[in-house]
């Protein structure tokens, strides 16, 4: 496994891989959902690249970049063991150079969810991907369902701006009790991440709702509230019953497919959840 830092060499190391390439971009503190990113990229390419970049751009003021996990040893005995072909881990100082001044915004897909809780995240997300995308060159690349919002702000950005290669959404990765795999998942306390299982069974219960034969997105997004207040550490910061490819809420009755999504915290951490419902 090789692993360079500059982007003189990752671009020299590209060039020397078989195609097809597949890049599975990565902010590190690595877990089995990153591992299953990388496994089926292993299946599909003839060569792998993991990024591990914790991204500045992406996290607003009072958000916990200096407190993301961090272990990059670990990370690269995890990518080694699955005989990945070549790892970047670029430095802030190479991404970001102090004349740094052009960003990346899909406008509207942008603005709702995640947008509006976190203002410029998309923003810092967009630019980071599109200069892994310009470095690395892919002919795949990898991204997890967990990320939904990020996963539709990807894709526009990569057919918006001509990117040639394509986007593989991957299944959410999670605990037996149904938590979602997260490298945030570290910071919660045996309390807090016993209570965190809240997320997905309120997401299944609003399955099993929709299933039976609930339509009305408003009692349907009320369903996931209520099972949400249930369990006292968890505070809601939101929760959504959107179209899947436009983001934008479904008011009234829901017709084809809607994706569920939410952020609640669990003590001071934040968690995300989502899954597709309908037809």
């Given at each position: 496994m090789n692993v360079v830092t500059s982007m003189k060499d990752i671009r020299v190391a590209r060039n020397l891989l078989k195609s097809p390439v597949g890049l599975v971009p990565t902010m590190g503190f690595l877990h089995d959902g990153h591992l299953s990113l990388v496994r089926n990229a292993k299946k599909q390419c003839s060569s792998v690249i993991v990024s591990i970049f914790v991204n500045p751009t992406q996290f607003g003021p009072g958000e916990d970049l200096t407190t993301y996990p961090r272990d990059l040893n670990r990370d690269l005995k995890m990518l080694e063991e699955l005989k990945t072909d070549l790892?970047?881990?670029p430095t802030p100082e190479i991404m970001y150079p102090p004349d740094f001044q052009t960003w990346i915004s899909v406008e509207a897909l942008s603005r709702p969810l995640e947008g509006m809780m976190r203002p410029g995240h998309f923003r810092g997300v967009s630019t980071i991907v599109a200069k892994l995308f310009n470095a690395v060159q892919p002919n795949l690349a990898y991204f997890g369902q967990k990320d939904a919002q990020q996963v539709a702000v990807v894709k526009q950005m990569t057919r918006d701006l001509n990117f040639d290669l394509e986007i593989v959404v991957c299944p959410t990765v999670r605990e037996p009790d149904?938590?979602?795999?997260s490298s945030r998942n570290i910071n919660l306390n045996p309390t807090e991440r016993k209570a965190a299982s809240v997320l997905y069974r309120s997401l299944s219960v609003a399955l099993f709702s929709n299933n039976a034969g609930e339509r009305d997105s408003q009692k349907v997004r009320r369903i996931i509230e209520e099972e949400i207040t249930k369990e006292p550490l968890a505070r809601l910061q939101y929760v959504s019953c959107a179209n899947p490819d436009t983001l934008q809420e479904?008011?009234?009755?829901?017709?084809?497919n809607a994706l569920l999504s939410m952020a609640v915290f669990i003590g001071k951490t934040r968690l995300i959840d989502n899954i597709v419902i309908g037809d």
């Open positions: 790892v970047w881990t149904g938590l979602a795999l479904i008011e009234g009755m829901i017709e084809g």
